[in-house]
């Protein structure tokens, strides 16, 4: 949860969305558990936090040692499973764009539209 601007659409500058310093959150998942999976666009990762709102994990994307695959942007739980598909490209890099999998605590909440 996160707090808007009088608009009810943008997010407010202090809302957990803002609270990684040095990014654009982009995309959110969610598993059966709560927990939300934060894509941190510009960062190479995705933060998973518990349904409080505190960062437990993060999914790395290998590549992000050397400066490469940092545009993270989406991600998808396989539904029925505990498997996450990540995307990140590499915008300026030269290593194109990827699909990457991770096992997750908890598998897709089924009452995504899109599970329908």
């Known amino acids: 949860a996160f707090q808007l601007e009088p608009d009810g659409v943008t997010p407010y500058i202090g809302s957990v969305l803002s609270y990684y310093q040095a990014c654009f959150p982009d995309s959110l998942d969610v598993d059966e558990d709560g927990n939300l999976y934060q894509a941190m666009s510009l960062q190479g990762r995705y933060v998973v936090l518990n349904s409080l709102g505190n960062p437990f994990a993060q999914i790395v994307i290998p590549e992000r040692v050397t400066g490469h695959m940092l545009q993270t942007t989406h991600s998808a739980i396989i539904p029925g499973t505990n498997q996450i598909i990540v995307c990140a490209s590499d915008m ?25």
Not at 92 to 116: D, E, I, M, R
């Open 92 to 116: 300026q890099g030269g290593q194109g764009t990827a699909l990457y999998t991770a096992l997750v605590p908890a598998k897709a909440w089924n009452g995504y539209y899109q599970f329908q």
